[in-house]
């Protein structure tokens, strides 16, 4: 065996008999036909071909392999290869680093050319789901969603979902967005959906603005201004100022149909919405722990403040007091017969037929959340009855808003009830209304509403009824 920290002629046999003492940390040996290459082996028993040169003068040295790995003839090349960059001036180590930083901008531009919209969506989404709100990461799943599922909408059980307006866009690749493409999604879109185009234009367009500003996704999405066409938001068109209200004289009419809704459950949720001026999400979320009955006041899970306290007042106190408390929620969903089902029709008519008890207990069910959803059909069909048309729950809200400038109340007041955004400097920043003073105006506009509509509230344990 050769002595180590020795130059000789490397052969296979004295690469695999070089050792190095157990009294020593490591042992070198150079080769005398590549003067550049050495052999480093330690007391482990491991060996490793390495490149020594010097740069600027300073000498250096280069990890090769091991020589498991790698056999003499290779070593030697790749020694040769390191010493021509030396001699040229060059460290090899920075070049090899140039190496390592063009490979990861090859493979991260391979990503990117390769990233298809909903896997660019998906990403952000994740990133950005801790800034927002239930309502607004529920309209990003919706307006992306595939469609094709099997309807989980009660009496819809054998029909099947629709994919939500931007997932066309979903399946192509980040540099296929050109503006051609979303005018043609635009034109289609527009023409049978606009009001759920328009709302996916917007969460579009935030996104394709974070795209532009990601490290990865930036590269394949090839036109900044994309999300800025003008000629897109025309073909969508604008949306229609919404004007359905209310009026004073149909307050009798509105009051008398929604109280006569067989289900107290939403009838009292349409009256609160009115009475409140609420948004529609904000009732049906309502838990019992918002309601605070010694204090007399409600905290809606609001949107531009995350949190608002509005007074209780008797009537809605009335209303919220008489429902059953069957779980959280306060508008809880009822148990209802599963009519919709063959099997259930078929087992119910042949008990019926035989004169047998039919135990419908079995053929029950609630709501998945546990509440009452939107009650549109059940409002739709109140306001038919009373001769009322294009009346919606938002409706309800605007009604509120509008029937208050009947009492001259401050407008300050209105847009603190209803959760408006301040729309004056001195309203932003120096009016705090107690609530106290909200529910002086606020129980003076409910009393109004009641008295237009005649309704009339005998006692607490009594029903509220209409005046004949």
């Known amino acids: 065996m050769p002595p180590q920290n020795s130059r000789v002629r490397l052969t296979a046999q004295r690469v695999a008999a070089f050792t190095c003492p157990s009294t ?38 280069v990890t090769i392999g091991t020589a498991t790995d790698w056999r003499l003839e290779q070593a030697r090349l790749k020694a040769a290869e390191l010493k021509v960059l030396v001699d040229s001036g060059l460290d090899p180590r920075e070049v090899e680093a140039h190496k390592n930083t063009e490979r990861r901008l090859r493979s991260k531009l391979t990503e990117a050319q390769s990233a298809t919209v909903q896997s660019a969506w998906d990403a952000y989404i994740q990133e950005r789901r801790s800034f927002w709100g239930e309502l607004h990461y529920r309209d990003h799943i919706d307006k992306s969603k595939a469609g094709g599922q099997k309807s989980l909408q009660r009496g ?71 999300h800025k066409s003008r000629k897109v938001r025309e073909l969508l068109g604008k949306p229609a100022v919404k004007s359905d209200t209310l009026t004073r004289e149909q307050l009798k ?109 079995s053929i029950m069910e609630t709501s998945q959340s546990g509440r009452i959803s939107e009650p549109n059909t059940q409002h739709t069909r109140a306001c038919r009855s009373a001769g009322i048309d294009n009346l ?6 605007r009604s509120f808003s509008s029937l208050t400038e009947w009492l001259e109340i401050p407008t300050g007041i209105v847009a603190q ?37 005649e309704v009339k509230e005998v006692s607490s344990r009594q029903k509220v009824s209409i005046i004949k």
């Open 156 to 226: 819809k059980s054998n029909e099947r979902t629709t994919a939500g307006p931007l997932w066309p866009l979903m399946q192509l690749r980040l540099g296929e967005l050109d503006l051609p493409t979303l005018e043609r999604w635009a034109k289609l879109e527009g023409a049978t959906r606009p009001t759920s185009a328009r709302l996916s234009w917007r969460l579009l367009t935030v996104f394709l603005n974070w795209c532009t500003q990601h490290p990865t996704y930036s590269i394949a999405y090839l036109n900044h201004s994309l």
């Open 417 to 453: 009830i209803q959760g408006h955004k301040p729309s004056a400097t001195a309203e932003k920043h120096y009016k705090r209304r107690p609530l106290d003073l909200l529910r002086l105006h606020h129980q003076k506009i409910e009393t109004w509403l009641l008295q237009q509509a």
């Open 392 to 397: 919606t729950l938002h409706g309800l809200r």
């Open 24 to 61: 020593k940390s490591q042992a070198f040996l150079w080769d005398s036909d590549s003067p550049a290459l050495l052999l480093r082996a330690t007391p482990s028993g491991r060996k490793t071909y390495a490149f020594e040169g010097r740069v600027g003068g300073k000498t250096i040295r």
């Open 253 to 361: 009419h509105w009051f008398k149909q929604v109280q006569e809704i067989p289900n107290t459950t939403i009838s009292a949720a349409l009256q609160t919405m009115l009475l409140t001026g609420a948004r529609p999400g904000e009732v049906l979320n309502l838990r019992w722990t918002d309601i605070d009955t010694k204090w007399k006041q409600i905290c809606f899970k609001d949107k531009v403040e995350g949190t608002r306290e509005i007074p209780l007042t008797k009537y809605v106190e009335h209303l919220i007091t008489s429902l059953p408390k069957r779980n959280k929620w306060v508008f809880s969903s009822s148990r209802v017969l599963m009519m919709d089902n063959k099997n259930v029709r078929r087992r119910l008519q042949k008990a019926v037929a035989v004169g047998r008890e039919f135990n419908t207990s």
